[in-house]
């Protein structure tokens, strides 16, 4: 079975600053692949960034990069120069071929960023 | 940029009532889903679509759910007879290929049953 966990249900960072939102995920697959998705107030979730987990490098979308920790299975979003508008609600998510591409989603983190 | 869309917004109905929720995915895209999230819980899987069949489906996508794309556009969800535990916010999906790809979502479609 795969499983999402997000220990951090609620986070906050001052405007500018460095926040992490951690994501830890259990799979017995090799092929698979992961991703952050935003999901702002009273607003659809769109895409963050998307890593595949037999790429080594981690990926990076400007001032979003993950730290991928294939053998820790842990999969955490770093937000850069945090701005207003990033705050929302940021879901992990997993997808493998072997059970459809289906996505597994962890409990979420809501971030605030504080002017 | 294209989006998904979904209506209604917010649906009130009572219990043992059908409801259908509707969704336009992306134009090209040729994967549908949709989850559901009730309140406090995770969004989950229910059921994908392609080539006009149910690809995958989940525990929860039992008889009394189904899923039809009457149309080129349209992607809906029936609920046959609702159950109070079938309140939750339901997002439709939609994708342009399969494995490992993004799934762009609808804003959700917020179902309460009374």
């Known amino acids: 079975a795969q499983t999402v966990t997000q220990s951090q249900p609620e986070m906050s960072v001052q405007e500018a600053e460095t926040v992490t939102l951690s994501c830890t995920y259990d799979t017995s697959e090799s092929n698979y692949y992961l991703f952050w998705y935003k999901q702002p107030p009273s607003r659809q979730m769109i895409l963050v960034i998307r890593?595949?987990?037999?790429?080594?490098q981690n990926a990076t979308e400007n001032r979003f990069s993950v730290n991928f920790q294939k053998a820790a299975k842990s999969f955490s979003l770093k937000i850069s120069d945090s701005q207003l508008g990033d705050t929302a609600m940021y879901f992990c998510?997993?997808?493998?071929?072997?059970?459809?591409?289906?996505?597994?989603f962890g409990t979420g983190t809501s971030l605030t960023v504080i002017p | 940029e294209p989006e998904v869309t979904q209506t209604p917004s917010h649906q009130v109905t009572q219990m043992g009532q059908e409801v259908i929720l509707r969704c336009v995915p992306i134009?090209?895209?040729?994967?549908f889903y949709w989850y559901r999230q009730i309140l406090g819980q995770k969004v989950e899987f229910l059921v994908s679509f392609y080539n006009n069949e149910i690809s995958e489906k989940s525990e929860i996508f039992d008889d009394q759910f189904s899923v039809e794309r009457p149309d080129g556009s349209n992607f809906t969800l029936k609920i046959r007879s609702t159950k109070l535990e079938d309140s939750a916010m339901y997002f439709c999906?939609?994708?342009?290929?399969?494995?490992?790809?993004?799934?762009?979502f609808g804003p959700g479609t917020r179902l309460t049953v009374l």
């Open positions: 998510a997993f997808m493998t071929p072997y059970t459809g591409n289906q996505f597994y």
């Open positions: 999906a939609s994708s342009a290929r399969t494995s490992g790809n993004e799934q762009f």
């Open positions: 890593q595949e987990a037999y790429k080594q």
């Open positions: 134009s090209n895209h040729l994967y």
